[in-house]
């Protein structure tokens, strides 16, 4: 389901091989975008229909789209210090990936949901897999993954060849400037502050890639643009936002993922669009902010609005 690519780097070495190793046992299921409740060793997982907290980073393969995220705070918290090597107790990341489902507007966007899976850092309950804990709960019922506890071999072989970055493939949307920039996305995480809004720590709503443009974008939203999101039928389809709902799309150009041969990643921010639905009246405004300083442009109303109808109408990503 997942495109390996071999690399040479340390590839299956079984660092882990003939040790203890202790398994996270999801018994109950949790989407892992919320806070994890971890009792007595597992890692339990309640479902939540709550789309990706705080999004570290998005990727692109060309058989899948992934997006992790970080929880709200610790690993947010760390990202944002520059405190990531070695990532503290408490730290948390969840990837999430769907098939990709190419619409008819030449964008691909997230289609079925794949699965989740989870690194939870505990450096003294998880020292046999120098203390990262390890999950993956597939489909929308979040079945476990693995028959036994060797399934997380799987996981650390794979994620080896970045143990200099403490075992962590994704480069952190971050602002914090390390002597090392393989390991952050400085470029990425800068937004001017002139903005009316500093979309980057609101909750992620859904995202697409412009394969034309060779863009990502990622589309944010204020809380009360999440709770319509939550409120919204089950049966998917775009949110009626009400008044009081901000929500952004934020498109960056991309780049290589200098992790991992084939994905990409965001680089320098493109453009941010705002959707204002305005307090007390049933209109919305739109404001756009692009070119290289993301200054605001004007722009024509036709434009505005078609604009809106495409932003408004974008359906929240499958979560269970
Ligand atoms: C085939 C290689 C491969 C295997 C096997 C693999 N991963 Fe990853 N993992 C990656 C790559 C590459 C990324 C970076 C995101 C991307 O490009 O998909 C990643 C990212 C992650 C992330 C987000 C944090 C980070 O490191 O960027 C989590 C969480 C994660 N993997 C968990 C797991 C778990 C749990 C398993 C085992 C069940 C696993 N991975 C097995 C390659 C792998």
Redesign the pocket.
């Known amino acids: 389901m ?1 495109r ?1 690519v071999r690399m040479g780097r340390g590839w299956g070495e079984k660092r882990f091989a003939g040790r203890k190793l202790r398994r996270p046992s999801p018994r109950r299921a949790e989407l892992a975008v919320r806070p994890l409740a971890q009792a007595r060793g597992a890692l339990r997982f309640r479902r939540s229909a709550g789309p990706a907290h705080a999004l570290t ?1 998005t ?1 692109h ?1 060309p058989s899948i789209f ?1 997006a ?1 995220s970080s929880d709200p705070t610790i690993s947010n918290n760390a990202a944002q210090a520059g405190n990531i090597s070695p990532w503290p107790d408490g730290a948390r ?3 999430i990936a769907w098939w990709q489902s190419a619409g008819s507007d030449g964008l691909i966007h997230p289609g079925g949901f794949v699965q989740v ?3 939870v850092k505990d450096a003294a309950l998880y020292k046999d897999t120098d203390g990262w804990g ?3 709960w597939r489909g929308l019922d979040l079945k476990p ?1 693995g028959t036994d506890a060797r ?1 997380v071999e ?2 650390t072989a ?2 080896l060849p970045v143990r200099g970055n403490d ?4 480069l952190p949307l971050t602002r914090a400037s390390l002597d090392r920039a393989e390991v952050v996305n400085n470029r990425a995480a800068t937004l001017p502050a002139s903005l009316p809004y500093q979309p980057l720590g609101w909750r992620v709503i859904t995202l697409f890639v412009d394969p034309a443009a060779h863009a990502t974008a990622v589309l944010f939203g204020n809380d009360t643009a999440i709770e319509a999101v939550h409120a919204r039928a089950s049966s998917g389809g775009a949110p009626a936002y009400p008044s009081g709902a901000v929500v952004a799309l934020v498109t960056w150009v991309q780049r290589d ?1 200098p ?2 041969f084939g ?1 990409r990643i965001p680089d320098a921010p493109q453009s941010v669009e705002f959707v204002q639905m305005d307090a007390g009246s049933q209109t919305s405004r739109y404001r756009r902010f692009s070119g290289a300083s993301l200054s605001e442009v004007p722009t024509a109303e036709a434009l505005a609005s078609s604009r809106m109808i495409f932003i408004l109408g974008l359906a929240p990503a499958a979560l269970p």
């Open positions: 997942i390996c980073r990727a393969r992934q992790s990341f969840a990837k899976e989870l690194m390890w999950g993956r993954y399934f799987e996981c794979c994620h075992y962590v493939y994704t993922d992790h991992w994905a």
